[in-house]
């Protein structure tokens, strides 16, 4: 199962154009709902009134080589490794999740464009969407039966479904039936009605994470990195978003209040 | 004043929520991330600035007496042991501080209550508190007020 490329098997009863359009028509989705929330919250405005702000409070010029390291820095280490989650469980599980939707939406894409209409696929890709969809079902669900804030912060009980949940729960799904749906598929059942079953729930999921942007937390992910790189080049102007600098002293304590998790309702 | 949070820099992470003495920091059920529910119950005690790790709380003033322009940030630097303020005025002066949270290694002299004695019913009925007069640093009796001199209707 883990090297057939599903969408290669599904090819003869769905025609590659008919998946590459879907596949195209989700992008479409997802770049029409981030727009219409960027127009809705005024995210983009935001930060060039924050830019402009901190521009004017800067105590120090930064050259476009500084720029562009900090830029660089931030992008491999802040956003790569979601820095800003610290040290402990809530930053691996949302690295799992994030690594391996990329996975699964690279091998995704790779695989409906480049190989659903051939008989072969080189092995590695049908690994890698496999692997992804582990990786994000793994994720997302640590995250949501044991690690949101709402949850263990706020004592509400774990089955309280919020709107927040719409897009960890939709992605989860997107993977879960993906996979499921990739197993029956590889077993040639033939008459039976199983595997088109959760083809039709994949689908189905699939228009709900990505139609479902502008109601759901998934713009996010484009959000955080322009936050993260606006707070890293505050940080290196002197502006800090009027913070003061670091304490000039060294680090001879704990981790303070950090070290306990924050559930004491 | 009451406090708001910049939804940029806030992770979620629940600290706010756990420390805030009037509860009213919350999550937000749409974007999953702090909030202030009531900003009038509001009394600027500073627990949720100094708590969140990414700095994303800020306390914002009445307009009718905080002028524009001003701003009072801090950053708390646990493995430092210090707090530092910087209080920016309506004219751009800027005033730095930096002071000790503590001294002690944390941690450390928290007393741990779970493992201590249960208390027998004439202590939990005595005038003297958890660990007093040891923890007061004082070998003197601590006074106490006669239950005779309450007033009537006050049972202890």
């Known amino acids: 199962m883990i090297t057939n490329n599903p969408f290669s098997t599904l090819s003869e009863v769905v025609s590659p154009v008919a998946m590459q359009g879907f596949l195209v028509t989700m992008i479409a989705l997802a770049a029409i709902g981030t727009l219409i929330d960027i127009i809705h919250k005024k995210n983009v405005k935001y930060f060039f009134e924050n830019a402009k702000k901190a521009k004017k409070n800067a105590t120090r010029e930064l050259k476009a080589g500084e720029r562009f390291s900090i830029i660089a820095k931030t992008v491999v280490y802040d956003i790569g490794t979601t820095s800003e989650l ?95 749906w990739s197993y029956l598929q590889s077993l040639n059942l033939n008459e039976r009605w199983d595997d088109k079953v959760f083809l039709v729930l994949y689908v189905v999921s699939n228009i709900v994470l990505f139609g479902g942007v502008y109601w759901s937390k998934f713009a996010h992910m484009f959000y955080k990195p322009g936050a993260a790189i606006q707070k890293n080049l505050a940080e290196a102007d002197g502006s800090r978003d009027n913070l003061p600098p670091e304490a000039d002293a060294s680090e001879k304590f704990g981790p303070g209040i950090k070290r306990e998790a924050p559930k004491h309702y | ?23 009213i920091m919350h999550i937000d059920e749409t974007i999953r991330r702090a909030k202030n529910i009531e900003p009038n119950f509001c009394w600027e005690c500073y627990a949720c600035v100094k708590a969140c790790p990414n700095h994303a709380i800020d306390v914002r003033g009445y307009a009718d007496f905080a002028p524009m322009g001003h701003s009072v940030r801090v950053r708390r630097e646990e493995e430092k042991g210090t707090i530092s303020w910087k209080i920016k005025f309506r004219n751009g002066t800027t005033k730095d501080f930096v002071s000790p949270i503590t001294t002690k290694p944390w941690g450390k002299f928290i007393p741990k209550l779970a493992e201590g004695d249960k208390p027998n019913q004439e202590e939990i009925k005595s005038q003297v508190l958890y660990n007093e007069p040891e923890g007061l640093n004082t070998k003197k009796e601590l006074p106490s007020v006669p239950k005779d001199s309450f007033k009537k209707g006050v049972y202890y």
């Open chain 2, 1 to 23: 004043m009451s406090t708001f949070v910049y939804m940029t820099r806030c992770d979620g992470c629940g600290h706010c929520v756990d420390i805030c003495p009037s509860d």
């Open chain 1, 86 to 180: 610290g040290a402990g469980k809530r930053r691996v599980a949302h690295l799992l999740g994030m690594y391996g939707t990329i996975l699964f939406w690279i091998a995704s894409t790779v695989m409906i464009f480049c190989y659903s209409s051939s008989s072969t696929t080189p092995f590695a890709w049908p690994i890698i969407w496999h692997a992804g969809a582990i990786m994000t079902i793994l994720g997302g669900c640590w995250f949501w039966f044991f690690l949101r804030v709402n949850v263990y912060s706020e004592a509400q009980p774990w089955y309280r479904i919020i709107k927040a949940d719409l897009f960890v729960l939709a992605l989860i799904s997107t993977s879960l039936f993906g996979l499921i």
